[in-house]
């Protein structure tokens, strides 16, 4: 069987960083491409949205597999906003034929809220029956429906937590439906993942899912104060804000800042790695990871 990059760091012990790129809107992938090569060597995979915030643009499907012919590992994003369980099974079986061996399982935001609000909000499953329709399908061979399938994909399968407004019992319930890793939500909290992390160590969820604690590089204050003030579940302390907004060049702050979250979440029992992210600011992501100490990545374990 062959196991993703992303898995065999994981189960050899390392400490994973992923970053993450959002798709074009349109088929220039240029762009994509450079933002890419450029975390080439600071990230072990890199995630690509799908259709993030509501807004449409180049599969994440798509996106990973021009990853794949740049011979960069890709985590596609797979949502349930907006397809059902014939589509969502389709993409995985597309994808894994063409070689997309991480897929991250996600309920997705709705389309009110993007460029087309009048799209209809589809929601046939949700992200745990998804994980688990994507254990069935490698594990059991056989579709949602109990069809047999004529060739099972190879796949790792991951799910979203949310540490700062979600009880662990939600988390307990992903890994029940067959999640193998996990990447959390931005956190600019580290006191309240602390608290979390101890009740995912006090249930055992760290010894049976990767937990990657999710981090976002902030680039001015006013980016920071809308996160705080607009963003629902996303908690931003405000000596945060207020350290953002007396930086004299806040865009090395939000590096700095972002390089301090990174050693703090990775000295947190049961963490397994961090997941970067930014808004219009991927360039930033392979400076955080140097300053944070994590270059050069350490060699990939034997296949």
């Not at 975390?39 to 499907?61: K, P």
Request: glycine fraction near 8%; include cysteine.
């Amino acid at each position: 069987m062959y196991y993703s990059t992303l898995q065999r760091r994981l189960a050899a012990g390392q400490i994973v960083v992923t970053g993450e790129v959002a798709p074009p809107k349109g088929t220039g992938r240029a762009t994509l491409e450079k933002l890419a090569r450029n975390m080439r060597d600071s990230v072990d995979a890199i995630n690509l949205t799908d259709n993030q915030r509501g807004t449409a643009r180049m599969s994440a499907l798509g996106g990973g597999i021009i990853l794949e012919h740049l011979g960069i590992e890709p985590i596609v994003q797979i949502t349930c906003q907006n397809r059902n369980r014939l589509a969502l099974q389709a993409d995985i079986l597309s994808g894994a034929a063409l070689g997309i061996r991480n897929f991250l399982c996600m309920t997705g935001d709705n389309p009110r809220v993007g460029d087309h609000p009048e799209t209809k909000n589809v929601l046939d499953l949700n992200s745990f029956r998804l994980i688990k329709t994507l254990r069935q399908m490698r594990d059991e061979h056989c579709f949602e429906s109990g069809t047999p399938l004529k060739g099972a994909p190879h796949y790792f399968v991951g799910g979203v937590a949310n540490p700062n407004i979600e009880k662990v019992k939600r988390l307990e319930k992903k890994i029940e439906a067959g999640a193998e890793f996990i990447q959390t939500q931005l956190l600019f909290d580290p006191q309240r993942f602390r608290e979390w992390m101890q009740d995912v160590r006090a249930a055992g969820l760290h010894q049976q899912s990767y937990i990657m604690a999710g981090i976002l590089v902030l680039r001015s204050a006013e980016s920071a104060t809308y996160l705080r003030d607009n963003l629902a579940g996303i908690i931003v302390p405000d000596a945060m804000v207020e350290r953002m907004q007396h930086a004299e060049d806040q865009e090395r702050e939000g590096i700095t800042i972002a390089a301090e979250l990174v050693s703090d979440m990775l000295s947190v029992e049961g963490v397994a790695g961090v997941h970067l992210m930014s808004i219009g600011w991927t360039r930033a992501i392979p400076w955080v990871v140097e300053q944070a100490g994590l270059l050069p990545r350490p060699p990939q374990p034997p296949a």
